[in-house]
């Protein structure tokens, strides 16, 4: 058998595995008004479209949350990648709106079963080829938050130029991302099979269960991710509809382009602010949040192209505090030989809240207009945002107030 990869060759062939989940995840996001002229869709049915990805990944989530640290992250990965690379081809072939649905239903179980291992095993090679850094789980959230940016930038960018540009605009984007997808397989075969932060045995479904010690930070940082998924709903669910009938835009490039403009900016931030406490990036997250939102809805009022880039701008500085800083707070937290379990219900809870949000949006455009459901949506999401950081805080002061030692984020240890 071929040698495996060494810990750092792992960290970085995981951490672009977090980023191309997300490229599959964001994907359909420029083909949706396609989508809707293609086959007389409503906003309802195309953030329906969006919803049921979220809606097929919660679940597995919730029952394969711990095989990663049964199996290993590197078979939970490879089982992750088969399930994303049959959704791009169901949707590379679909020919209607039941090829579309199933495709992005495989899509979520793809990402259920590789995102949480991917972030585990950042963490854990992170932490074997730096031995003395106290710091690899702050290091591997906002690397993490850097590479799933990345990879919401290429959805919307390769995607922009091939549904604009390229023959077969509704479905060449998703052969591409097949043929990503496959490369990207071929590095994880490669990974170490265990770490020592894995178990190894028999795999049985496990309910949720949080340690009593870390519940706070859990609640605290699931909060902060889910505020900024539910904002990133935004822009992946309506993004592309509002730029092309809020800002009368027609062309998929440069709606592509434009919805990257956060992305870009989300994995900017997430490299700069790598050291910033957990609480306080969340609290200046939720800060900043309330001013993209301000921005978007000005967009929306005025038409105007500028305010929507710099609606971009601003959120996607929020969306990266809040999600770097919850997962975090949630990852520094986690026992190590849990913390496959811990993430995947973190992100359980995110995906649940970017879902209702996406599908209560879409609603909400059909019968009031986009304009309206930004009116709406917006404040509940600060809200999210601020209860996020006041349990963070909660937690944390409550820990250094009774002493209770916090666990370590780094795999330092088996079971």
Do not use: C
Not at 6 to 26: C, E, I, K, M, Y
Not at 135 to 150: D, E, Y
Not at 331 to 357: E, F, K, T
Not at 368 to 383: F, T, Y
């Amino acid at each position: 058998m071929s040698k495996p990869l060494t810990a750092r060759a792992s960290f970085w062939v995981a951490a672009v595995v977090a980023g191309l989940v997300l490229w599959g995840s964001a994907a359909p996001s420029v083909s949706y008004p396609l989508y809707a002229r293609a086959w007389d869709l409503t906003p309802t049915v195309t953030t329906a479209i969006f919803a049921i990805y979220p809606v097929a990944l919660i679940p597995v989530l919730l029952i394969f949350g711990n095989l990663s640290d049964v199996i290993g992250r590197r078979a939970a990965i490879l089982l992750g990648l088969a399930a994303l690379a049959a959704g791009a081809l169901a949707l590379g072939l679909a020919p209607n709106l039941g090829w579309v649905l199933v495709g992005r239903a495989m899509t979520g179980v793809g990402v259920g079963l590789a995102l949480s291992p991917a972030t585990a095993a950042m963490i854990e090679f992170g932490a074997l080829a730096n031995p003395s850094d106290p710091n690899a789980a702050a290091r591997a959230s906002s690397t993490t938050t850097a590479a799933t940016a990345t990879g919401l930038a290429l959805a919307t960018l390769v995607g922009g130029a091939l549904v604009q540009y390229a023959p077969a605009p509704m479905h060449l984007n998703f052969w591409v991302l097949l043929v990503v997808v496959l490369a990207t397989g071929v590095a994880v075969w490669f990974l170490p099979r265990h770490t020592r932060a894995e178990t190894v045995g028999p795999w049985r479904p496990r309910t949720l269960h949080v340690p009593r010690g870390i519940r706070a930070p859990f609640i605290g940082g699931t909060l902060g991710i889910a505020a900024a998924f539910a904002s990133g709903a935004i822009f992946l669910a309506l993004g592309a509809q509002i730029a092309r009938d809020l800002l009368d835009s027609a062309n998929a490039l440069l709606d592509g382009a434009v919805i990257s403009v956060s992305a870009v900016v989300i994995g900017l931030v997430a490299v700069l602010a790598r050291r910033v406490d957990p609480p306080k990036a969340m609290a200046a997250g939720t800060a900043t949040g309330v001013v993209g939102f301000a921005l978007i809805v000005g967009a929306g009022l005025a038409s105007s192209l500028w305010l929507f880039l710099a609606s971009a701008v601003v959120s996607g500085i929020a969306y990266s505090l809040l999600f770097a800083g919850g997962l975090g707070l949630v990852s520094a937290n986690a026992p190590a030989h849990h913390r496959g379990a811990i993430l995947s219900a973190a992100y359980s809870v995110g995906y649940l809240v970017q879902a209702a949000a996406a599908l209560g949006l879409g609603a909400i455009a059909t019968t009031g207009g986009l304009q309206r459901a930004l009116e709406i949506g917006s404040p509940i999401i600060v809200a999210i945002g601020v209860a996020a950081t006041l349990i963070g805080w909660s937690g944390r002061t409550r820990a250094e107030t009774t002493g209770t030692p916090q666990p370590s984020g780094t795999a330092t240890g088996s079971r």
